[in-house]
């Protein structure tokens, strides 16, 4: 997996003052990834930028650098009292100074299996490089991996979406011994074990449906009729393949 840089040379993007990000916003787009690159470099836009990009082939663009603040989830200080995450409501300053935002490419939250796969590498790649940066860690929890709309519910309650895979990203970011909530790594095991039961389900449909055939092949018909003429069978229907083809077999030899 490997960022393409796709920067912003113009504008929006500021200093972090100091602050050293803790905490992983994500987002939706509400657009394709072509618009998402178009906007974010459009030297007419002054009012918005995001670190990352990942589109739902699973590519990932990069247009602020995690050093700088890009302008993704800014709140006002009379808008503080909004945010519903509580290390929002903690820190009581501009959370694009302590955050990095990910868009996703899309419109309701729903990522393809690529871009979740992306998006997924992307939060541990974030965490390593401030790690490695700054000496800083922090853990791929529900309180430092958010939404916006937890940042703004007034503004932007469905960024990134009612569709957004939340409980898996989770689950996904979390060591198993160590997550934040057991149970949604056991309703992820077990809609998994259901899929696995379906397809083997499936499987041996197929398989007794190849070795249990409903008719005669045409192949064997000859052969069948002799071996019932000569009293070797009396149930010709519902043979396997293997067995019309032993009959052929016996017929060819001179046996029936
Ligand atoms: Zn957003």
């Known amino acids: 997996m490997d960022i393409r840089w796709v920067g912003n040379e113009h504008t929006n993007s500021s200093s972090r003052q100091g602050y050293v990000p803790f905490v992983i916003v994500n987002h939706i ?15 007419g836009n002054r009012v918005s930028s995001a670190h990352f ?12 650098a995690i050093e700088r603040m890009a302008w993704a989830n800014g709140l006002s200080s009379d808008q503080m009292s909004w945010a519903t995450a509580p290390i ?4 009581k300053v501009n959370p694009n100074l302590y955050t990095v935002s990910i868009e996703h490419e899309g419109m309701d939250g729903a990522l393809t299996e690529a871009q979740f796969q992306a998006s997924v590498w992307l939060h541990r790649y974030i965490q390593q490089y401030i790690l490695d940066k700054w000496g800083k860690d922090f853990p791929l929890d529900s309180e430092h991996v958010i939404g916006h709309f937890q940042i703004n519910p007034v503004n932007k309650p469905n960024c990134p979406g009612p569709q957004f895979p939340w409980k898996r990203l989770y689950s ?3 060591p198993s011994e ?10 992820d095991r ?5 899929m696995e039961t379906k397809q083997l ?8 449906d190849y070795f249990q055939m409903d008719a005669i092949p045409e192949w064997a018909r000859a052969s069948v ?5 000569s009293g070797l069978i009396d149930t010709p229907l519902n043979g396997s393949y293997d067995f019309y083809r032993l009959l052929v077999i016996l017929d060819r030899k001179g046996l029936l």
């Open 29 to 43: 787009s509400a657009g394709t990834m072509a618009s998402m690159d178009y906007w974010f470099t459009d030297p």
């Open 53 to 64: 990009g990942v589109s739902k082939t699973g590519t990932i663009h990069q247009y602020v």
């Open 88 to 91: 929002v409501r903690q820190m």
């Open 172 to 174: 996904a970011l979390t």
């Open 178 to 187: 160590g997550g934040t909530d057991p149970m949604a790594n056991l309703t």
């Open 190 to 194: 077990i809609a998994a074990l259901e």
């Open 201 to 208: 389900e499936q499987r041996l449909k197929q398989l007794e």
């Open 225 to 229: 009729d002799k071996a019932v003429q």
